[in-house]
């Protein structure tokens, strides 16, 4: 199936960007993040201290983590207690959610769930390590970045309270699958652009390496 790979930085606009790729195309779209969100969130519910990462490979079989994705809808992330993927975007979810991961165990499980979303349909797939470590062998591999200013003024007009530049130091600096530029992929500044011309230029690379539009 095809993956188009999208990663950046946090508040990079991959969302919006991923969003509007997988409608032109008729792709479904999957927010990685959200996976690392939910079981984030859960952790914090069940009191699993992400200084504990045993306790925490442990309970990962029991979330219950399923992501279901569809050609124009955003993805739904379900879990044992939530069905709506509600309080994934809370302040306690953003500072905690580079630790847990960063974690190998929370990575593997992922990317488990992020294969089979990626066996089932051809997506559009966003986060940071898409392109480097979940689907490496796909020719469309984008990273979409945009200053630190752009990014944190993004995340204020949302009214989100979220340390982006803390969160990005921690992604960029983990052991395992950080993020970085995936080799080959089409680098993005959209610090002056808008997303008509994000999404313009992004479709007409996907057309050079002959990913036909609808
Ligand atoms: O895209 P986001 O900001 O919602 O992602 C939340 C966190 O999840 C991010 O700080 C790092 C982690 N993440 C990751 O490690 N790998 C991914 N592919 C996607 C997100």
Do not use: W
């Not at 984030?40 to 009191?47: A, P, V």
């Not at 929370?106 to 898409?130: K, Q, Y």
């Not at 949302?158 to 990005?168: K, P």
């Amino acid at each position: 199936m095809t993956v188009i790979a999208i990663d950046g930085p946090a508040a990079s606009g991959k969302s919006s960007v991923s969003r509007r790729i997988a409608a032109t195309l008729g792709f479904a779209v999957v927010n990685s993040g959200a996976l690392y969100r939910a079981v984030t969130r859960e952790m914090i519910l069940r009191g699993i201290d992400v200084s504990h990462p045993n306790d925490v490979e442990r309970e990962l079989p029991h979330l219950g983590l399923v992501c279901e994705a569809e050609p124009g809808a955003d993805c739904k992330v379900r879990t044992t207690t939530s069905i709506d993927g509600s309080h994934l975007r809370d302040e306690a979810v953003n500072a905690l959610v580079s630790g847990y991961a960063a974690l190998p165990a929370v990575r593997r499980f992922v990317n488990a769930e992020l294969h089979r979303v990626g066996a089932t349909r051809p997506v559009v797939m966003e986060g940071r390590d898409i392109g480097t470590a979940v689907f490496p062998e796909t020719p469309f591999k984008i990273y979409i970045d945009a200053s630190p200013e752009v990014r944190s003024a993004r995340r204020a007009r949302e009214g989100l309270n979220d340390r982006i530049s803390e969160r990005d130091r921690l992604d960029s600096s983990r052991t395992a699958d950080p993020l970085r530029v995936a080799a080959g992929a089409f680098v993005l500044d959209t610090s002056d652009l808008d997303l008509d011309q994000v999404c313009a230029r992004v479709m007409d690379h996907l057309a050079s390496l002959g990913l036909p539009s609808r």
